[in-house]
C-alpha cells in the first residue's frame, strides 16, 4: 500500500477524481483510499500545512495504515532563477532539508529520496520550512541550498527514514517565490495540481515487471 501525503485537499482532488478514491475517515485526518488491479493500492491523507501536520499525517498512514512506501506530492516555489524554469514544471526530488532548524549550530542533515519513482522527470532539491517562501530576499538565502522550497517535504522524508521505508517526492511550481507568489499560487494551483495528478497516475500503474512495494 503507497500512503501519499498532501498539504490541502485542494491539491489532491485531481488524483482523487482521476483514481474515483473512496473516502476513508473523516478523523484524525481526512483520508481516501483506492484499491484495484490496473493501479497500486493507495492511501491518500489531507495533512494540512506545515512540518508537524506532514511528519503526524505520515507517521500516521505508516503506524495505523502500514503503508509500505510515502510519497509526498504538492506544489513548490522555485528558488533557483538562472535555470529557466517556469510554472508548472515538474520535479522528483533527489534531497529535501529543513532550512529553518538549527542542531546546536550546525544545518540539518539532507535527506534522500528514492529515484525509483518519477524517474522521466528532473531532480531537484528541495528547502522545507514551516513558513511560506514571498519574499525575494529569502528566497536568495534559500537558493544556496536548495532550488524549490514546500512547507511538508522534508518532514514527510524524515517520518519514511525513521521507519526504513522509501520515500518519494513529486513537486510542482506554482510561483516563483517572491512577493506575488501569493497570488501566483492563487491562480496557478489547480492546473500544476492536474499536472502532478497525471504524473502520479502513470506512476500508479502497475508494471507487471515492477517488483516495487
Known sequence: MVGIVYATRREAEPLLSQLSAE???AQPFLMFRKT???HRSFIAIISGMGKV???VAATHLVLDQRVSRLVNA???GRLTMG???SVGDLFRIGTAVESDCDRFGRAEQTVAC???WFSELKAARLVTQDRPVFDTLRRSQLAGIGDLADMEG????????????PCAMIKGISDAADENGRQDLASHIDWVSERIADALVRELSINPTD???
Open 114 to 116: 528514492d529515484a525509483r
Open 211 to 213: 517488483k516495487q512495494p
Open 53 to 55: 501536520a506532514a511528519a
Open 36 to 38: 484495484g488491479a490496473s
Open 74 to 76: 504538492g506544489l513548490c
Open 23 to 25: 473516502p476513508l475517515a
Open 154 to 165: 522534508a518532514a514527510v522524508a524524515r517520518v519514511a527514514g525513521l521507519y526504513g521505508i
Open 83 to 85: 535555470d529557466g524554469w
